[in-house]
């Protein structure tokens, strides 16, 4: 069987807006499927499910970190003496059965599953089963396991996330840290601690990074931020981190080729003074304006780790950057890596687009844009839309997989003021639109808050279930900073300072017969959240007087009813949650991360990444420090450091009895068999033995190592020892009998290349392979699994001589 090229993503996504199925039909027509499907499987003689196995160890996880049936799979069953498949599609949850009237006790079935259609996803480790399956009735266990590579990650992984400083860089700030999936409360000790792996003078103020598994890199870009310096490369500044060694440096400066704002704007952001001092302020006027509308939004890698994508928020476009996998030295960097896409725009009469999120799910990418209404001025023309990016085409559905209106109350952005940032707001660059209300009064200069909710789709993330969540980050946020003046004071006695309050917010849509429905009332399709009716999220469009409600209510200080979300969102399907950043996630003026349970919103635990109390009790007050932000965006983008998954070779010998080249559901396996895999210029790498279902398995890790985008052989009966093959006569001795190789490429029906035998004897190649049989092989995608690779013969009769059974005229490979 010859590994075939994987094409687009099967599954198409609409949205309806405003429309919702009640929770408790849903919930009545899942049960009422749950009973059909019961059935069918209580009388089925041939049973099993398909399913998505994120973490890759052979077996259905159905609580926890879900793993959800795989629907639309087409299953073939050819029996034992039939002359025509039975055929059969997986429910939506993945089950599929065939009858005792289709296939009676006691028979040999072969079974064939035509593979999910979405890119970058294979066959599972074969604990589960591959794509061609032998069976005998009755039997209920069948699993067929599909892995997408991005989906897996360790039980317990690292996250990254950068921490932002106010004033110039500075070698003793930390700009990057780490800390584990499970952190959580306030760190006490240095071992609770995040860890540094980046500073200020490394990489300045970054938001987005994007991990490389291959290379064991994270790669951060830059992020424009009032008050906080950029790196040494400026705007177009990417940057690598080796966590290992705890180390960050100077990658390339992407606005060599990139424009990533416009000249004028590029001056105005050279004359930036940020003061050394945190004990004094900044204007920063200069940046304030510019804030989401120039450098780079988000970042994320596909499987094969090649390309980095990023998000032009000038341009507003999604741009590919070819940098190598693993990463190429800066100097290999030419114009010729990048290749920009334009992101669809939508009501250009209202506002500007402004593109910022990106994320790869099966497939895809989903890139989230916001109209920011900056043009109509009114609240009412706020959207936030999310596009589909076909990897296999390049190209954008032009139509959005949703789009989310953004005039409903979200609740305050600052507790007890509820006239301050209860609502979205158009985008403004003049500080007379936003709200301030007094924060200490009896002191000069005063000390104010300010917030003016304005949305930035930054972040997407998927659940196991296929429900989409939006993490809406809020531009304040990178606007304003700690005790520092208005965009329009003069240095050096400012009359008043302002600590920005961000109300950013979660939202989450719901995947029905693949369409996306938003959240209403704080419910999403069959699941209900913690803030059902509370007022603060969307209601049903159909009736005003709807006060709505929220999916994931606990983004919040306490008791108090603000919105602490501050921009990013992180879910893997191998972990099962959700993590999101928020500031003060237990005590005030700090800033970190809660981890969310997907499926009811409710917080499961909450962790402090930084807290800066002495910037509202240290004297005198004019001269307090202004280290970190405290509340407003503290922290940039969460990005698990999952390990490589293994990659897996390898699949089945039989003996072909009728010798047509298919595996007939009741030919014998042949255990035994030496199985080797060799460089194409013959040099031995790795070998092993059948087992006595004829399947052998090779595994990366553990001491073997294969390269991408490099041809290797699947030699059969040869390796360093065991010698099988004898060239003499080209025979295969194994358990004292001789065979052949019976035909290859000769399978039967719509999955022939899976099927039928892929074993030749390589002629005409000047290397020590020549005359053996051989099947080649590329790997082409990280934790790729080839489990399509047979070698089929027929038996030649027995080898009654000891002597002659030894492979004399052969010869060793290695």
Not at 582 to 611: C, H, M
Request: proline share 7%; glycine share 10%; with cysteine.
């Amino acid at each position: 069987m010859n590994q075939e090229p994987v094409g687009s993503a099967r599954y198409t996504h609409t949205r309806q807006p405003g429309n919702s199925l009640p929770g408790v039909y849903k919930l009545l027509n899942l049960l009422i499927l749950w009973l059909l499907l019961s059935s069918i499987t209580a009388v089925a003689q041939v049973s099993g499910v398909a399913f998505r196995d994120y973490n890759r160890d052979g077996q259905r996880a159905t609580a926890g970190a879900k793993e959800p049936g795989i629907g639309g799979l087409l299953v073939l069953a050819y029996v034992d003496g039939a002359s025509q498949p039975l055929s059969t599609t997986t429910a939506d949850d993945g089950t599929f059965g065939f009858a005792a009237n289709e296939i009676a006790a006691g028979k040999l079935v072969r079974l064939e599953f035509t593979p999910d259609n979405t890119l970058f996803s294979y066959d599972a480790p074969a604990l589960t089963g591959t794509s061609v399956q032998f069976v005998q009735a009755p039997t209920s266990a069948v699993l067929y396991g599909l892995s997408d590579p991005a989906d897996y990650c360790q039980a317990v992984p690292q996250l990254a996330i950068p921490i932002y400083y106010q004033g110039a860089v500075q070698t003793t700030n930390n700009a990057l840290v780490t800390f584990a999936t499970t952190a959580s409360g306030q760190p006490t000790i240095p071992a609770d601690q995040p860890d540094a792996v980046g500073t200020g003078t490394d990489m300045g103020a970054v938001w987005a990074s994007a991990w490389q598994r291959q290379s064991g890199k994270l790669v951060s870009l830059s992020l424009l931020k009032r008050h906080a310096a950029l790196g040494p490369l400026g705007l177009g500044g990417i940057y690598l981190t080796d966590p290992t060694a705890a180390t960050s440096t100077a990658y390339f400066d992407a606005g060599q080729y990139l424009t990533l704002a416009a000249p004028a704007d590029l001056t105005a952001l050279s004359a930036r003074t940020l003061p050394q001092s945190f004990s004094n302020i900044s204007v920063d006027a200069a940046a304030f304006a510019l804030v989401g509308k120039v450098g780079f939004g988000g970042a994320t890698f596909t499987p094969r780790e090649d390309r980095l994508w990023v998000i032009n928020a000038y341009e507003k476009t999604l741009v590919s950057i070819a940098v190598g996998s693993p990463v190429k030295s800066a100097g290999l960097i030419t114009p010729a890596n990048f290749t920009s896409y334009p992101i669809p725009q939508t009501n250009t009469s209202k506002g500007e687009n402004r593109p910022w999120a990106v994320t790869y799910y099966q497939g895809k990418l989903y890139v989230g844009i916001v109209n920011d209404a900056s043009i109509s001025r009114s609240r009412t023309d706020l959207q936030a839309c999310v596009y589909a990016f076909d990897l296999a085409t390049n190209t954008f559905d032009p139509t959005p997989v949703i789009t989310v209106p953004l005039a409903y109350r979200k609740g305050w952005a600052t507790v007890g003021t509820p006239s301050l940032g209860e609502y979205w707001e158009p985008w403004s660059d003049t500080w007379t639109d936003f709200s301030t209300n007094t924060l200490i009064s009896t002191t000069t200069p005063g000390l104010n808050r300010v917030v003016r909710p304005q949305p930035i789709l930054a972040s997407i993330a998927f659940d196991a279930e296929g429900a989409m969540i939006l993490g809406l980050m809020d531009r304040t946020g990178h606007q304003t900073g700690r005790n520092q003046p208005a965009p329009i004071e003069t240095l050096p006695t400012p009359l008043t300072v302002y600590s920005g309050y961000p109300g950013g917010d979660l939202l989450r849509a719901a995947l029905v017969n693949d369409t996306y429905f938003l959240e209403i009332d704080g419910a999403a399709g069959a699941n209900t959240g913690t803030g059902t009716m509370n007022g603060q999220g969307p209601g049903d469009p159909n009736f005003p007087a709807d006060i709505g409600g929220e999916f994931y209510g606990n983004d919040n200080y306490l008791t108090q009813n603000e919105e602490t979300f501050t921009g990013s969102l992180m879910s893997n399907g191998s972990l099962g949650n959700l993590y999101a950043t928020l500031y003060n996630p237990l005590t005030t003026w700090s800033a970190g991360s809660a981890v969310f349970d997907l499926y009811t919103g409710q917080v499961k635990r909450r962790y402090e990444i930084y807290s800066d109390p002495f910037s509202t009790t240290a004297s005198p007050l004019y001269t307090r420090p202004r280290t970190t932000f405290g509340v407003a965006n503290g922290t940039g983008q969460l990005t698990p450091l999952c390990d490589a998954v293994a990659s897996e070779i390898g699949n089945r010998a039989w003996i072909d009895i009728n010798g047509n080249g298919v595996q007939d559901p009741a030919e014998t396996p042949l255990p035994g068999l030496n199985v080797a895999i060799y460089t194409a210029s013959g040099q031995w790498i790795a070998s092993t033995t059948t087992d006595q279902n004829g399947l052998y398995r090779f595994r990366t890790g553990n001491g073997l190592s294969l390269s991408l985008n490099t041809p290797y052989y699947i030699v059969a009966g040869y390796g360093q020892s065991n010698l099988q093959y004898k060239l003499a006569n080209k025979t295969l001795n194994v358990g004292l009998r001789n065979y052949n190789l019976t035909g290859w490429n000769l399978g039967t029906g719509i999955n022939a290349t899976l099927n039928d035998s892929d074993a030749f004897t390589l002629s005409g190649s000047n290397t020590p392979l020549d005359g053996l049989p051989v099947m080649p092989f590329v790997l082409t995608v990280p934790g790729q699994t080839i489990n399509t690779l047979d070698i089929g013969v027929q038996d030649a009769g027995p080898c009654n001589n000891v002597a002659t059974c030894i492979p004399i005229s052969g010869r060793r490979v290695r």
